[in-house]
């Protein structure tokens, strides 16, 4: 064997007794596997450089994911308790038609889901007192919590969308909370953590800290196709997560059946427990639990259903997408909207979504470089952005400072 180059050791870093350099972080992770994914990287930076971490969610459903993430799961939900309960025993069952007020509304939803978890999070916080919240963007138990135990709260975004919609509404059915606090408003952020590459920022999103996106995706045990791409165009299909309990088979299979009229292998990243049925129903199509960071890169085409996750994670390997919002979701019409005027993605309507217009457009992002070439550019934006590392290292000033 050939010897190796002397690169040189590595010297010990400066080191503290562990109680003065400890940063202890509560993280408040939403209430969707996305949500949860969207802070494996940052948490993850935190605990590498030493610092505890525990996160919590709104919902219980999610306590499994965020430890299959192998973070630290804080229960502050009865357990079993879903979100639709959540909401009706809430009274705001109305759902508006125009898709604006749907945002403002789906505010007060997302408050109401997190004020009920208020009292488990101070009574958590009796016992493991924070340092800082690190709370997502719809998480609005953090500011709340934050304001009562007199730490700093970073807000971290999710995805490209601004959400000053849903903040109205959530202001709105927090009043009476906030009054009790002496506040007028949500409080604001010592950072506002952004993942969007700079060009995707809205105008009232600029000026946040920037930070690179990683996928924090679930991983499981691969089998090479999930890695492994042939010579022809390889197109990935995904819905979200919700497939199976929102019954979306049929709209999944619409779609898939269309793309695969192309001359093109077509992989579909579904949870595992959709996967049996959509086999049954797509003989001879890949489906089962991929990881997305996995797959993508492998992927000429990616289609999906505005997703913020998914929309990053092909965007940070190059994949020009095909956006399929759904029309009464300002949210993903929105990001939808902005992401095709780079010229990185095509949006289209559920209709042609299962009609022969998507496999035309796949074939046509497959054979114009140009939509490759604004995807790729923005994959450069978001790698040249800061690392969570290096976003970890300003929290921990942020708690020097604060103390």
Known sequence: MACGGVIGKLEPTT????????????????????????????????????????????????????????????????????????????????????????????????????????DAL?????????????????????????????VPYVRHAWDIHSPRLMDRGAEDQLREQLTELGLDGLPEPVMTIEIAPPSLLPEDLKGGQLMRWIPGNSQSVLEPWMYRKGAGTRIGVTIGTGVANYNQYDFLQGVVEQVATLDAEVVVAVTEDAAPELRER?????????????????CDVLVHQTGGSTMMTGLSFGVPQVLLPDPNLYRAGDMARRLAETGAAVVLSPEEATSEVIAKTCGELVADPSFAAAAGELAREIAAQPSPHEVALRIEQLVREAS
């Open 122 to 150: 101070l009574a958590f916080s009796k016992d493991w007192r924070p340092d800082v919240i690190v709370s997502g963007v719809t998480s609005y138990a953090g500011p709340l919590l934050a304001a009562h135990l007199g």
């Open 282 to 298: 797509l003989k001879n199509v890949r489906a089962g639990w991929i990881p997305l960071d996995v797959v993508a890169p492998t």
């Open 15 to 118: 080191s503290h007794p562990w109680e003065d350099d400890l940063v202890k972080v509560l993280n408040l992770a939403g209430v969707a596997p996305s949500t949860v994914f969207s802070h494996v990287p940052l948490a993850n930076a935190l605990r590498n450089a030493g610092h505890q971490v525990m996160t919590t969610a709104s919902v219980d459903e999610m306590v499994g994911t965020i430890a299959g993430v192998g973070l630290s799961a804080v229960r502050t939900t009865a357990p079993g308790v879903t979100p639709r309960q959540v909401i009706a025993d809430s009274g705001l069952t109305h759902v508006p038609e125009d898709p604006e007020e749907r945002e403002i509304m789906a505010g007060r939803w997302y408050a109401h889901m997190e004020y009920v978890t208020l």
